[in-house]
Structures are given as structure tokens and as C-alpha cells.
């Protein structure tokens, strides 16, 4: 299997996704059974100029990793349906500086359970459905909403995290590796999904974290999509239920937005008729009871945010390399409430591997632009460039996080179990952390640089 088969040319490609696509060892198979052994790890070294946050060092070096390991299996049953359910395990460590934005200090070391769900996919028992048209499942696993704009897990890593005391410190630590996003999947998750991926395809949800930084918030979703061939349309639907009222006082005050609050959104995809071209937008719109003021204050008023983006893009399919070319435009109104963002594609949805991950803005008040150029020039390297601008809304009572950045990458298939990824990302702020910016000292020009090592077997 190479890159070029596992990665087809998209918009953007993830490099989350060499996780996503671990190669499995076979422990037992026969008509009725199978049973897997599954390891992923992922170690990177990394390098910054810059900091963003108060500190007398100039920059940071930390390496940061983990390795996931577990078992995963399916029974047949009646009619071809099948139980199914995995069961893993990761293992996360930071060494060094810690990153440059204080989320860890460098000697964090947590093994946690990650995996533990039951599932059940209905195969041919009901043919109303199709093949496996009813697919159930529970427990704590990756819970991905719609495009992945609004919900795309819970990957959310820091470790005893540099900007909180001592004690709330060690309280938001989920264990470090912050940037290769050791932990993605959700504490509970009970999701239902009704359909094929051609035609009306129907989700509905409830899930919780039990993520400090988020409050251990709980909600309910549901996603309806139409797709047929390249076009598709889709609505989400969020409803926030619950979270940890002590644990958002002390280390997201944000949360409490949270309270009552539902969001709704709706998405798109086509080609236009257009061989190789990709146009697809999101427009979505939080309603609040909630708004808080910049020292925290609770406002009781209905308020309402939104975010969306719009998206072109055109493969260059006949052409040496086939290269990829796309422009996307994001809003994010001054109090959007980022929510569980994640790593699905490298610049989705988090725009700047500096400005997305350690410097701001971080999904809310800003518009981004993005430009993304991605080429093949063998079966096992992909080539990629991003370019943003970031322009932050209200400057007034929140921090300007202007700036801009361009992020080059490649990803090299070395043989079936291993893939070296580097990242190289300069970013130029236009404030400094002594002019209402994040960067410490200065707006000079940061140079961020990283390999990962990505192990699946």
C-alpha cells in the first residue's frame, strides 16, 4: 500500500490519517470470527524561536509522542450482521522545554485507557436499510460530527500546563503530547447511524468528555446528510447538556457558555458538474443564554454567534505530480465557542501549525485565509505548502492574534509500517505579547520545525 492509495488528492491531506489507517496483525480469523492486534506510534522532535508564553528562554525544544496499542475484533451474526468493538490503550510522554506555548513542561509521562466500545452493524437484516444500514455502537471511541467543523474528537492534550498554577496545573493535565494529539477519542460515546453513505444517511449522538480543559462537557447531536455522487448536503445539530461547574471555574471559565447552549449548521459539497473541482461550505450558528464579559462575568441574554467557511478547489489530475490547489475563507464571530476542533486534516480544523496549535487565533474572532497547494511526485511522497492570514476581529477586549504564516510538509512512506513526516511553519505576528499579541519579546518572524516518526502496525 502506498501514500498515493492511502491519501487520494483532496483539499488537504491529514496527516492524522496514518493513525486513522493502522495495519492490523491478524491474531485469529475464520468464518465467523476475527481478531486483531493493533499498535500505532507517533514521536516527533521539535524546535521553536519564539515562545508564547512568559518565560526567559529563547524558544523551546521538547519531543512529544505516544503509542496507542490494543485489540479489536467482530463476530458474525444472523443475516451477516456483526458485533464489533476494540479495546486500546495509549502510553504518552514529553520530554525537553515542554512546546512554546506552556501547555506542558517536558516531564509528563500517563498511561490511560483510550478504547473501550461494543458496536453492532446490522448486515443484511434489514434491507429496507442495505447493507449495513444500522450501525450501534458504545463506549469511549472516536466521535466525528459532519465535516468535522464543529465536533472532530476530543484531541485536546495538554499536559501540567506552564499559564495555570501549581494545582489547577496538574488538574488540566491530560497527559501531554499536545501536537500529535495522543488522545482523540471521547469517555462515552453512544452513537447511532441509520443508512448508506449514497443517498439519506441519518446520526444521532450523545456523547461526553471527561477532558478538564473542556469541563468534562456533555451533548447531544444529530446529523442528516443527503449524498449523491459528488454532491451532498448536510444539517447538524448540537445540544449542550451538562459539564463540571467546579472544573470550568477553575481552568475554562468559557464553558459556562456552554449552559443550555444549541447549535445549528448547514453544510454542502459539489463539483458544479466540473471534472475535479471541489466547492464546499458550512455555515453554523451557536445560540447561547449565556454570554460572559472579558473578566468572566455571567450575562444572562440570549446571544448568538456563528462561523463558516467556503471552499474551492481543483486537482490538476493529468498533470505531472497531480497536483492540488484550494482557497478557503473562515469567519469566526468575536464569541464562537471553538468546541471540540480537531486535527482531521493538516489545516482543518485547526488553521497554522503555530497560529492554530500555540499562538492564536484559536477558532473564534478571527477570518482566515488559507491557501493550500498539495503535489505527488512518486507513489510514496507528498509534497504540501499552506499559506494563512489571520485577522482578528475585536482588538478592543481581546487579543489581536493578526499575522501570518506559511507551513510546508512533506510526508515520505518508507516502507508499510513506517512514515516520516516534517514540518517546517514560519509565522509573523503582528503583535507582540507587550502590544495586546501572544508572542513573548517580540513580532519577529518564528521559525517552527518538526519530524514525526508515524509507526502503524
Not at 451532498?232 to 447538556?241: E, P, Q
Not at 457558555?257 to 447549535?263: E, G, I, L, P, Y
Not at 471553538?338 to 486534516?345: D, I, Q, T
Request: negative net charge; hydrophobic residues 35%.
Amino acid at each position: 500500500m502506498t501514500l498515493k492509495t492511502l491519501f487520494k488528492p483532496s483539499i488537504l491531506l491529514s496527516c492524522m490519517a496514518l493513525a486513522s489507517h493502522s495495519f492490523a496483525a491478524e491474531i485469529y480469523k475464520d468464518d465467523q470470527k476475527q481478531l486483531d492486534v493493533n499498535i500505532t506510534s507517533w514521536v516527533g522532535a521539535f524546535s521553536s524561536q519564539e515562545n508564547y508564553y512568559p518565560t526567559d528562554k529563547n524558544g523551546s525544544q521538547w519531543t512529544e509522542g505516544f503509542v496507542k496499542y490494543g485489540v479489536s475484533g467482530s463476530l458474525k451474526t444472523a443475516a451477516d450482521s456483526s458485533i464489533y468493538g476494540a479495546v486500546a490503550g495509549v502510553t504518552s510522554f514529553v520530554r525537553g522545554d515542554g512546546d512554546m506555548a506552556g501547555n506542558s513542561r517536558g516531564t509528563e509521562d500517563k498511561n490511560t485507557l483510550e478504547d473501550a466500545y461494543i458496536g453492532w452493524k446490522s448486515g443484511n437484516l434489514l434491507p429496507a436499510l442495505g447493507e449495513n444500514g444500522l450501525d450501534i455502537s458504545f463506549g469511549s471511541q472516536v466521535y466525528h460530527l459532519g465535516d468535522g467543523f464543529l465536533v472532530t474528537d476530543d484531541s485536546a492534550n495538554l499536559g501540567e500546563n506552564r499559564n495555570y498554577p501549581d494545582a489547577e496545573s496538574k488538574m488540566v493535565s491530560r497527559g501531554g503530547a499536545y501536537y500529535t494529539a495522543a488522545r482523540r477519542s471521547f469517555h462515552k460515546a453512544a452513537v447511532v447511524k441509520i443508512g448508506q453513505a449514497e443517498g439519506l444517511k441519518t446520526e444521532l449522538a450523545w456523547v461526553q468528555s471527561d477532558n478538564p480543559i473542556h469541563a468534562s462537557s456533555e451533548f447531544a447531536s444529530a446529523d442528516v446528510n443527503y449524498k449523491s455522487g459528488p454532491h451532498s448536503i448536510g444539517f447538524d445539530y448540537i445540544k449542550f447538556l451538562d459539564f463540571n461547574e467546579n472544573e470550568a471555574a477553575l481552568l475554562n471559565p468559557n464553558v459556562f457558555m456552554r449552559d443550555n447552549m444549541q447549535v445549528y449548521a448547514v453544510r454542502g459539497s459539489t463539483n458544479a458538474g466540473i471534472e475535479n473541482v471541489n466547492l464546499s461550505f458550512n455555515f453554523s450558528r451557536q445560540e447561547k443564554e449565556k454570554l460572559l464579559t472579558p473578566t468572566y462575568d455571567v450575562i444572562d441574554q440570549n446571544h448568538n454567534d456563528n462561523a463558516w467557511y467556503a471552499s474551492a478547489g481543483y486537482n490538476f489530475a493529468k498533470s505531472p505530480w497531480t497536483p492540488s490547489l484550494n482557497y478557503r475563507y473562515t469567519h469566526y464571530s468575536e464569541n464562537w465557542d471553538p468546541m471540540f476542533v480537531g486535527v482531521e486534516k493538516l489545516g482543518t480544523w485547526i488553521p497554522g501549525e503555530v497560529a492554530g496549535n500555540f499562538a492564536g487565533p484559536f477558532n473564534s474572532n478571527s477570518n482566515i485565509h488559507m491557501i493550500s497547494v498539495e503535489a505527488f511526485p512518486s507513489e510514496k511522497l507528498l509534497l504540501g505548502a499552506n499559506l494563512y492570514k489571520f485577522e482578528s476581529i475585536d482588538t478592543s477586549s481581546q487579543p489581536d492574534y493578526s499575522g501570518k504564516e506559511l507551513d510546508l510538509f512533506a510526508m515520505y512512506q518508507v516502507n508499510q509500517a513506517l512514515s516520516l513526516i516534517p514540518i517546517v511553519g514560519i509565522y509573523k505576528p503582528e503583535k507582540s505579547a507587550d502590544n495586546n499579541g501572544s508572542q513573548i519579546g517580540s513580532t519577529k518572524t518564528n521559525v517552527f520545525a518538526g519530524l514525526i516518526a508515524a509507526i502503524t502496525y
